[in-house]
């Protein structure tokens, strides 16, 4: 009797499509220790204009993106020392380390939308934007100290700035999360400073200034105390536990722009 082959079902066929993109995705699971896999592993990911270093780490002039293609992987490939440009990580549903990234970037870095729970093995230094939003932070320990560009820490679940830069030359965000407090903020914030959808019963630990708007709108604030003392844009402080006034603002800070109470 002629056997008939059975019909595969979503189920079976679902696994064989997981299987084969777990196979292809098997060349770049181990990690590379020789000059010729790294080479192999830079190629695959199109990074061009690196120096392999006697430690085996790579320094790249120009930018590294590795924007969802960590997915399977769970992790930076590859060690990176110096990246003269951009290195973005983001959109990796697996990536819960930054083991891998490098010491040193010219440009932005980005880390955003991904499972991190700490930022340990961060860059130490970043010239432009550092981007870690949208992660599982509880805590900013192993951040760079200072920021060129923007720092962005928002949608995570922070419940202390404990790490954050001391000096950020463009903004600041760190809503959507869960503090109490601002202490650990940076001193000194070239942009804006949002700090808003907390749950902040205090602003102790506020930058003293602020270049542009700050905004600590949806807190518990029954005060302004420890506002920054000059604000460069405007001043938001509505939506919170006390309903504030102007004058309770221009009380504790200078405003170059409006206030929004």
Same mark, same amino acid.
């Given at each position: 009797m002629k056997q008939i082959t059975p019909i595969p079902t979503y189920e079976s066929f679902k696994k064989n499509v997981q299987e084969m993109a777990f196979v292809k995705q098997a060349p770049f699971m181990e990690v590379p220790d020789t000059k010729e896999s790294i080479e192999q592993s830079l190629k695959d990911f199109g990074i061009k204009n690196y120096t392999i270093n006697d430690d085996l780490s790579v320094d790249v002039d120009g930018d590294v993106n590795l924007d969802g293609e960590l997915k399977e992987i769970g992790r930076i490939p590859l060690k990176f020392g110096k990246v003269s440009g951009d290195f973005y990580c983001s959109d990796n549903?697996?990536?819960?380390?930054?083991?891998?990234?490098?010491?040193?970037?010219?440009?932005s870095f980005r880390c955003d939308y991904n499972k991190l729970t700490t930022l340990e093995f961060a860059p130490k230094s970043v010239g432009g934007n550092f981007v870690c939003d949208g992660n599982k932070l509880t805590t900013l320990e192993g951040a760079p100290k200072e920021v060129g560009g923007s720092f962005r820490c928002d949608y995570n679940k922070l419940t202390t700035l404990e790490g954050a830069p001391k000096s950020v030359g463009g903004n600041f965000w760190c809503d959507y999360n869960k503090l109490t407090s601002l202490e650990f903020s940076p001193k000194t914030v070239g942009g804006n400073f949002w700090c808003?959808?907390?749950?902040?019963?205090?602003?102790?630990?506020?930058?003293?200034?602020?270049? #542009?708007?700050?905004?600590?709108?949806? =807190?518990?604030?029954?005060?302004?105390?420890? #506002?920054?003392?000059?604000?460069?844009? =405007?001043?938001?402080?509505?939506?919170?536990?006390s309903r504030f006034t102007a004058d309770d603002v221009k009380a504790v800070s200078k405003v170059s722009g409006k206030i929004h109470v």
């Open positions: 549903n697996k990536l819960t380390t930054l083991e891998g990234a490098p010491k040193e970037v010219g440009g808003d959808y907390n749950k902040l019963t205090t602003l102790e630990g506020a930058p003293k200034s602020v270049g #542009a708007d700050f905004v600590c709108d949806y =807190n518990k604030l029954t005060s302004l105390e420890f #506002a920054p003392k000059t604000v460069g844009g =405007n001043f938001n402080c509505h939506r919170n536990t």
